[in-house]
């Protein structure tokens, strides 16, 4: 049966579960409607920030921060969406989650939503379907999105661009080679976290932080939900703060790089660049960059 997208979106909006499942569904699939489901989403959505990426090399412990989140967020009466683009993710058994989080069955599905995504050979960690489908779950009333991804790399810069935070977590063992650390995701984090500071490897870790100027982290100890009221914090903190401040500076990237290619194109073609005109397409970011920012 073809669901009316118009009476779809306004079940989403209300809050019914059901709705939010069977919408993301349709978004995933492009399935028929979604285009329009999409829009009447995008017209009842608020534009608070609450979308948060939790990624990391595998087995740092995003899982198990994600349900340590959860509980913090449940305690306050907030509700929260996860997504997981990780079908091995624990977190899809409901056991898992009913285990840890201590609480009836019923609440929790009212007050937890969980997806598992395929990633869909899109990009390695990120689904391509995600923008739709977190379009969809924007405009459900939920206080905190959580997107966790897979692996590092290229598709976490990918997913940073996505959420309105990313969570980069680290762990000793996991988390402590400095290649990986130079690399691109690193830049991109505004939280990062050190998990699991109950191993011995803690201290080094650490220590290499620091000396690629990169602390100081929020430490915890997930398993025991050890630091996690902190981080919570932290993140609700880091949402509040300069709202809008993401969609700008990467419209600020945007708006360099047309401008950067249209003056090399019409100056010069394909030839060297000379130096004057590099003094002058490095003016120009800077005068972009400042209007943007205004
Ligand atoms: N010692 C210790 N172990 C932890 C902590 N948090 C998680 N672990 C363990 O680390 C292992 C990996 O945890 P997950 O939460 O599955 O890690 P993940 O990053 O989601 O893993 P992938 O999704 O496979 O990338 C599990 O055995 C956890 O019990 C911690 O704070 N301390
Ligand atoms: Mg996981």
Do not use: W
Request: aromatic letters at 2%; one cysteine or more.
């Amino acid at each position: 049966m073809k669901a009316d997208p118009r009476r779809l979106a306004q079940r989403v909006v209300a809050g019914e579960v059901s709705a939010l499942a069977q919408a993301i569904t349709l978004a995933e699939d492009r399935g028929p409607g979604h285009e329009d489901l999409l829009r009447y989403l995008g017209e009842a959505s608020g534009s608070s920030r609450r979308t948060v990426g939790v990624t990391g090399p595998p087995g740092v412990g995003k899982s198990t921060l994600v349900a340590a989140l959860l509980e913090v967020a449940v305690a306050r009466g907030h509700r929260v969406a996860v997504l997981a683009i990780d079908p091995s993710s624990p977190l899809s058994g409901g056991a898992f989650l009913g285990d840890r989080l201590r609480l009836g069955r019923e609440f929790l599905a009212e007050a937890v939503f969980f997806r598992s995504l395929a990633s869909r050979g899109a990009g390695g960690g990120i689904s391509d379907a995600l923008p739709r489908i977190l379009q969809v779950v924007s405009a459900a009333p939920r206080e905190l999105i959580l997107v966790e991804t897979v692996g590092i790399g290229q598709a976490d810069v990918a997913v940073a661009e996505l959420v309105d935070l990313l969570l980069l977590v680290l762990a000793p063992e996991q988390g402590d080679d400095v290649q990986l650390l130079k690399g691109g995701v690193v830049q991109v984090a505004e939280l990062l976290v050190l998990n699991k500071v109950d191993l011995p490897g803690a201290d080094r870790l650490r220590g290499h932080l620091t000396t690629l100027g990169l602390g100081p982290c929020l430490e915890v100890v997930a398993q025991e939900g050890r630091g996690v009221e902190a981080l919570y914090e932290a993140i609700l903190e880091a949402l509040a703060r300069a709202p809008g401040r993401k969609p700008q500076g990467l419209e600020v990237a945007r708006r360099v790089g047309d401008e950067v290619r249209r003056t090399i194109a019409d100056k010069l073609g394909r030839g060297p660049v000379p130096p004057a005109l590099l003094v002058r397409l490095l003016e120009a970011v800077d005068r972009i960059i400042e209007e943007e920012c205004r």
